[in-house]
């Protein structure tokens, strides 16, 4: 088994490719340049067409839970379960914290991209500290 | 008409336990929906309008329709999807539907149980609703499951982490709100958690982490079983059974899908402040003057948020405003007297039923060995801020 994993859509396609390039990028929006996520098919803020915009990667932890008792025994205990504020605070993803002690982890800490791949079509975005 | 013409005529909540394997969820439903008609005063020839989840055998899985052939006579009025034959939206759809004439005699409900004697059974899982259905989590870029391993009870911890650190809101006052709906479940013979306490707020603080900041005893348990609403006008049920119970209003706000978008508290912290100053607006009552609190208790924590929501407290105010007995029964804010999701029972959607059903039977008097005193208005809220949706109502004697 495993962690599930995601099926990429038409809309999505692009972000498990970039995933797979080891880059991170967020839907910006053509005419208010504000980033959202997850992914929509307008913007949310202006609800004008948006293209992909390649992110910095870096960020800090917004909020965070360390889980003892995983989502399904595919989940190896304890991990860390957190929403990272990404490029200045621009966007928000959810994500898991690694490349430390889930005890170590903190709001507000800042944290990179690091990507993780899992098979051959999906690498996954997780943040370690930086 | 408005909403408060009207009323909730019948209630009926079926035995709660862990697991109900002796009997279908078919039976279990029917058994509701005919508690509730009986407890109005009525029969099934009376329904026209069918909120009711339908899970077979017969008819088709999920098309409410479906209970014409059961009810034996065609319907006015049928509810589509799981959330809109529970609780408050299913009430609020229904009353809706009867104000308008659409219909006259609606029953909300439904029921889980693992039985398989005839087709339709099944059992809730929280843990799985966790991942890839309900629960799936914040990511869900491209469907499927959540790699991030998110899950109920983990959204909800991740919106009282962020709370904790920007309002100071504490472990110990989370811990006496559980430990408190907890006793109040205690001592509730119909509870699925009778006679497992007394809880102390220590207890809760001692037992297991699941996900911080959320012990076991911080989190509702999981359990099958049925529950269900009859609704008609006021006028009508002034000539029925039961002392009349009105809803005076109600309110639903909706963030996003359902559990997506992760669970950040600056997104979905207040969510369900404009719902409440709208259902409290319609109801022409202040949050003051609420006597019974039915609050969603997936977690300690969201009782706390939900008291700053609906206006008792200010934001960041709900961990000091809920400490000293306040939502104790006898306490100024008496809440979930019955023992709540984390105590009496979550059985799927018809949780959110059950809240109702303990706001109508405080109303009427009836609630044996946990009445709230001069019970007149009451306020039963379902979802809140990691689901990203809030239902709620608010019901009087009149």
């Not at chain 2, 004439?101 to 029921?111: I, R, T």
């Not at chain 2, 811990?175 to 509870?191: D, F, K, M, S, Y």
């Not at chain 2, 009782?303 to 929501?309: K, P």
Request: hydrophobic fraction near 40%.
């Amino acid at each position: 088994m495993g962690r599930p994993l995601p099926v990429p859509d038409a809309m999505t396609a692009p972000y498990w490719e970039a995933a797979r390039r080891g880059q991170l990028v967020v839907p910006e929006c053509d005419a208010c340049a504000r980033r959202h996520f997850p992914p929509e098919a307008r913007c949310p803020y202006c609800r004008s067409t948006w293209h992909w915009a390649v992110s910095s990667g870096e960020g800090e932890v917004y909020t965070f839970s360390v889980v003892h008792r995983g989502a399904s025994p595919d989940f190896a205990v304890p991990y860390v379960l957190a929403d990272v504020d990404v490029d200045g605070g621009t966007w928000t993803t959810t994500t898991n914290i690694v490349g430390c002690e889930p005890d170590e982890v903190r709001i507000g800490m800042p944290v990179r991209a690091t990507f993780e791949a899992q098979n051959d079509e999906i690498t996954l975005v997780l943040f370690a500290p930086r | 008409m408005r909403l408060r013409d009207v009323a909730l005529v019948g209630v009926s909540c079926t035995r709660q336990a862990r697991v109900i394997d002796d009997t279908s969820a078919f039976d279990l439903t029917w058994e509701a929906v005919n508690g509730a008609l009986a407890d109005a005063g009525l029969t099934t020839d009376d329904v026209d309008g069918a909120a009711i989840q339908f899970l077979g055998p017969g008819g088709v899985p999920g098309d409410c329709g479906s209970w014409a052939r059961l009810f034996g006579h065609p319907l006015r009025f049928i509810a589509d999807g799981m959330l809109d034959t529970a609780g408050a939206r299913g009430a609020l759809k229904a009353a809706s539907a009867i104000a308008t004439g659409l219909c006259d005699v609606a029953v909300v409900g439904g029921a889980t149980a693992s039985g398989t004697r005839v087709p339709g059974g099944g059992s809730p899982s929280f843990e799985a609703r966790g991942v890839g259905g309900l629960g799936s989590g914040g990511v869900a870029i491209g469907g499927g499951g959540d790699p991030f391993g998110s899950y109920v009870a983990a959204n909800f911890a991740l919106v009282a982490q962020r709370h904790m650190y920007d309002f100071g809101t504490t472990r110990q006052q989370m811990a006496e709100v559980a430990a408190t709906i907890r006793n109040n479940g205690h001592r509730n013979p119909q509870a699925v958690m009778f006679g497992r306490g007394p809880y102390e707020p220590g207890d809760v603080l001692a037992s297991r982490p699941v996900a911080t900041p959320f012990n076991l005893l911080d989190i509702c348990l999981v359990a099958q079983g049925g529950a269900a609403l009859v609704l008609s006008t006021v006028e009508r049920a002034r000539d029925l059974r039961q002392p009349v119970v009105a809803l005076l209003g109600g309110a639903m706000e909706f963030n996003r899908a359902a559990w997506t978008g992760g669970s950040v508290y600056r997104d979905c912290g207040m969510l369900g402040v404009d719902a409440a100053r709208r259902m409290y607006a319609m109801a022409g009552v202040s949050p003051a003057d609420t006597d019974l609190f039915s609050l969603y208790d997936p977690t300690s924590f969201e009782v706390i948020r939900q008291f700053e929501m609906l206006g008792l407290c200010k934001e960041g105010e709900g961990g000091p405003f809920t400490e000293g007995g306040t939502i104790a029964l006898g306490g100024r804010f008496p809440t979930n007297p019955e023992g709540g999701c984390l105590s009496h029972a979550w059985n799927g959607t018809q949780q959110m039923t059950l809240k109702l059903v303990e706001c109508v039977l405080q109303l009427r008097g009836q609630a044996d060995g946990r009445q709230v005193p001069d019970c007149e208005v009451a306020v039963a809220t379902n979802a809140g801020s990691g689901a990203q949706h809030i239902e709620m109502a608010c019901v009087g004697r009149i």
